[in-house]
């Protein structure tokens, strides 16, 4: 499943530099899809959040075909990055929204 930020954030960036998918963003940024990844799409979206850092569950893959953990959740400082149970994903389906993402 794909991460989410609660409100337990402290929005230190810490977060943001480390995902291989460009799915972390700052409190109140615009994010499209094609940001760090090899898709087309610039389309801005609304942020998902206002108040705090926030993760966007299309991109995010748990770091699956990256790493064998999710980098965000090992240098939050304030565990505040958690699975998301609006967005259950096996393992195989984060592997593939990975390919999607990055056309490899």
């Given at each position: ?92 389906d984060l592997l593939a929204k990975k390919q999607r993402l990055h056309g490899e």
């Amino acid at each position: 499943m794909a991460l989410f930020i609660n409100d337990e954030c402290i929005s230190c960036g810490a977060c943001i530099s480390e995902c291989p998918n460009t799915a972390i963003y700052d409190a109140g940024e615009t994010w499209t899809m094609a940001d760090g990844t090899a898709l087309d799409d610039d389309t801005e979206h609304d942020p998902i959040s206002e108040d705090h850092t926030f993760i966007v569950s299309d991109k995010c893959t748990e770091c699956v075909g990256f790493y064998d953990e999710p980098q965000c959740v090992s240098v939050c400082p304030v565990d505040a990055i958690h699975p998301d149970p609006n967005h259950q994903e096996s393992k195989e389906d984060l592997l593939a929204k990975k390919q999607r993402l990055h056309g490899e």
